[in-house]
């Protein structure tokens, strides 16, 4: 496991979400009965946070863990980031919401509500669904994969490794999937979450980058990127997941190309830069 943490790493990953997952599927497609909702949320903690942990134990012992520690609380960066990850990323969605056919005609107007739904569900994503899974992604497989293969080539392979990580939910209503869904709708959907991830995964790498392998930064942009889900597909009656992950795909599938053309497929990648001199404390860098 020391030789090959990657592919440990990603096996872990995978086995512990997806093994997880299997009653939840044969439940949800009438195989078997009973309710497997706390397997399916135990799913996320199986997966990239487990193996996380456990291969940066096994690979680098106690120091390892002490710096995975301090880069989850590494939240000293520069404020253009804060700005950026918790308006701009917001706003790119809502445009990309917007620009969805028939989403404005849809809308069912804003209530005070929303003021206290947002940040709420924002908290709940941030721990329930961006810690353990930037714990894996983003804190011990990105800073090994740019080490190995270089930025822009890591990216591109650690984001269709996140995607199909997810496969099997597309075989759950949360995704789309369920009886009566067919092959048209699974490859809509599942091209949709595909070309969305990739375009997303070269925004975290970027971001991870600038901010010194800050995990809490990746954390925030992951609850910035899923919490429109939960409280604006309610907001807007013609969406649901599908429409929301294309209008996700809208927002940033031109930045993203503007950031690879900028940084010519550097992402703001230094070598040796993912590690702060003092916890919690990270050098400016140029936003490019």
Do not use: C
């Not at 903690?45 to 989850?72: H, K, N, Y």
């Amino acid at each position: 496991m020391r030789r090959h943490p990657l592919l440990f790493y990603f096996f872990i990953a995978y086995a512990g979400t997806w093994i997880l997952l299997i009653p939840s599927i044969l439940s949800t497609w009438g195989f078997i009965k009973g309710d497997f909702t706390l397997t399916q949320i135990l799913s996320i903690f199986t997966g990239p946070f487990l193996a996380g942990i456990l291969m940066t134990r096994i690979t680098e012992g106690p120091a390892g863990i002490l710096s995975l520690r301090q880069r989850i609380k590494q939240w000293r960066f520069g404020w253009q980031w804060y700005l950026m990850i918790l308006v701009g990323i917001p706003a790119l969605i809502l445009l990309g919401v917007i620009l969805q056919p028939a989403a404005l005609a849809s809308f069912q107007g804003l209530s005070a509500n929303i003021l206290v739904n947002y940040p709420v569900n924002f908290v709940l994503v941030f721990f329930a669904v961006g810690m353990p899974e930037e714990i894996g992604w983003r804190g011990f497989a990105l800073p090994r994969m740019q080490a190995r293969f270089g930025p822009l080539r890591s990216t591109l392979l650690l984001g269709v490794l996140w995607v199909f990580w997810h496969l099997p939910r597309f075989l759950l209503p949360e995704h789309g999937g369920g009886p009566g869904t067919g092959w048209t709708n699974f490859l809509t959907n599942f091209s949709y979450f595909f070309l969305m991830v990739m375009a997303l995964a070269i925004i975290f790498t970027w971001i991870f980058n600038h901010t010194q392998g800050s995990i809490f930064a990746a954390m925030l942009a992951h609850a910035a990127i899923d919490t429109p889900q939960l409280v604006w597909i309610p907001l807007f009656l013609a969406l649901d997941e599908a429409k929301m992950n294309l209008a996700t795909l809208i927002a940033f599938g031109v930045p993203a190309l503007l950031i690879l053309i900028l940084t010519r497929g550097r992402l703001g990648y230094q070598p040796g830069q993912q590690k702060p001199e003092r916890p919690g404390e990270v050098k400016a860098q140029p936003i490019l």
